[in-house]
């Protein structure tokens, strides 16, 4: 298959296209596109949309194949591992009851925690990857959901979570070593399945900043993360974090980490051109499209106009840079507007890319 505006058909990325991006070795003949893995169509509960979304996914390339994970549950267990859960024993009648989602925990008391311990998930249980896409030549990723504070607050609360910094740092810090040694196991299945990536989420930022510090970042996890990412590089995969809202002070970290991919750079909470401008070349961006306005109010030329505004800002020659949703599309999204963020992005990331390559300016629309 081979690239047409006319058919509208375009052949994926090769895999080292994208990783030849992702290492700033130079771009590729377009910009990468993974924007298929925040678009979910049985959030459309109209069934012309959703059939319209369909369509559309069928029609543009996603330039990643993802690998998931059985995940692991609160309570309940899978019938063939009792101890696939993160909590022991049987599940109490108030962990249905209606609330916040990061209002409380189920790990109550840290009092718990050696039972939880004893008992915790393994990275060999034989149905961790149920879902393994065949390879095709694209690049591959593996991927879990909540990495360190998201499943801190889960099984805390929030509120909990947050203090435990202070209160009951050791049993943080044990907890944190048991996760990453399970999430280093993970990473093994997945490389043993054909990642060329691990991706996981942590959102360590609100709106207008951080829900910690760098010196709660520094001591509670750094350490956790350096394992993780030196563990993958070990491995030969990269590594990539999605965190929404303003991480700004503890990007600096993450790069010196080695973190090699960052995902949103939320719109509202960073600026695209500000957060380019420090640290454009220090990392791969996968930058999110906002699907907070511009997606479901914004017109077809608003959302041109956006891609376009997030290519010039992140661009480089060396590559760094591909291109997906902030977050899941959400079902208010027109389809007219998925549709001009694809073709916006593939024509205009072809264009651009091929600047980047002649050693042109990448600054500014083509004259």
């Known amino acids: 298959m081979t690239d047409s505006k006319d058919t509208g ?31 979910y169509p049985e959030a459309f509960t109209d069934p012309a949309t959703r059939t319209a979304v369909e369509d559309l996914l069928a029609r543009y390339p ?142 360590l930022g609100t709106q207008t900043g951080p829900f910690f510090s760098p010196e709660v970042f520094d001591e509670f996890y750094a350490p956790y993360y350096r394992r993780e990412i030196e563990a993958a590089h070990e491995m030969g995969m990269h590594f990539w974090l999605h965190s929404c809202g303003d991480i700004g002070l503890h990007l600096p970290k993450l790069i010196d980490l080695e973190l090699d991919v960052i995902h949103p750079i939320q719109k509202f909470a960073m600026s695209a051109e500000e957060t380019a401008a420090r640290f454009g070349g220090k990392l791969c961006f996968w930058a999110g499209f906002d699907v907070q306005q511009a997606i479901p109010f914004g017109t077809v030329e608003d959302v041109r106009a956006e891609v376009r505004r997030l290519f010039d800002a992140f661009a480089r020659p060396e590559g760094r840079l591909m291109l997906t949703l902030g977050n899941g599309a959400t079902p208010d999204t027109p389809v007219r507007s998925l549709a001009a963020l694809f073709d916006e992005a593939l024509n205009y990331g072809t264009e651009i890319a091929s600047r980047m390559r002649d050693g042109g300016d990448k600054s500014g629309p083509p004259e």
């Open 62 to 203: 996603q330039d990643a194949v993802f690998i998931r994970w059985r995940n692991v549950q609160l309570w309940d267990a899978p019938p063939d591992d009792p101890d696939y859960r993160w909590m022991h024993g049987e599940k109490p009648p108030e962990a249905a009851a209606p609330q916040g989602i990061d209002a409380s925990g189920p790990l109550s008391d840290w009092a718990m925690l050696d039972e939880m311990l004893a008992h915790f998930p393994r990275a060999d249980y034989p149905g961790l990857l149920p879902d393994n896409p065949p390879e095709d030549g694209r690049y591959r990723v593996g991927t879990w959901w909540f990495n360190f504070f998201e499943r801190h607050w889960q099984l805390r609360g929030m509120e909990d979570a947050l203090t435990d910094y202070y209160t009951y740092p050791e049993e943080v810090h044990r907890l944190f070593g048991a996760l990453t040694d399970f999430y280093i196991g993970v990473m093994r299945r997945m490389k043993a399945a054909g990642a060329d990536a691990i991706y996981t989420t942590d959102d």
């Open 9 to 39: 058909t375009y052949r994926p990325l090769l895999r080292e296209e994208v990783a030849r991006v992702i290492e700033g070795r130079g771009s590729a003949r377009r910009i990468p596109l993974m924007v298929h893995k925040w678009v």
